[in-house]
């Protein structure tokens, strides 16, 4: 059985970093893993997302150039390193899965069948 548990996330003021994890466990890593972003009322956005074999990324253009996705084959690890976070930043996020995803259909959340428990965090001064 697939498992995702997220870690990280919190309160951070306008300007400053945080950095989300998420270990995924029970299955075989191939494919994309990939964040999303959701507030309140809106749909889930995609944020980022790595090729597990080849290590190409892929961003939003409203994270382009302030958040890293990077990866760990040996933990089992995805990361999200962001920075000059803003107050639109502000979502819960959550990493997800998915063995048969393919690259033209990486940013549709209904391709993905395995989800992190999701991380608030929150930009605010």
């Known amino acids: 059985q697939v498992q995702l548990v997220q870690s990280g996330g919190g309160l951070v003021q306008p300007g400053g970093s945080l950095r989300l994890s998420c270990q995924i466990s029970?299955?075989?890593?191939?494919?994309?893993m990939a964040w999303f972003r959701q507030v309140p009322g809106k749909e889930r956005e995609f944020v980022s997302a790595?090729?597990?074999?080849?290590?190409?990324?892929y961003y939003a253009d409203s994270v382009k150039n302030r958040f890293t996705i990077s990866k760990d084959n040996a933990k089992n690890t995805v990361s999200l390193q962001m920075s000059s976070l803003k107050p639109e930043d502000t979502a819960v996020y959550y990493c997800?899965?998915?063995?048969?995803?393919?690259?033209?259909?990486?940013?549709?959340?209904?391709?993905?069948?395995?989800w992190g428990q999701g991380t608030q965090v929150t930009v605010s001064s």
């Open positions: 997800a899965f998915s063995s048969g995803v393919i690259l033209s259909q990486i940013r549709n959340p209904s391709q993905y069948a395995y």
């Open positions: 029970g299955g075989t890593l191939s494919r994309y």
């Open positions: 790595i090729r597990w074999n080849g290590g190409n990324t």
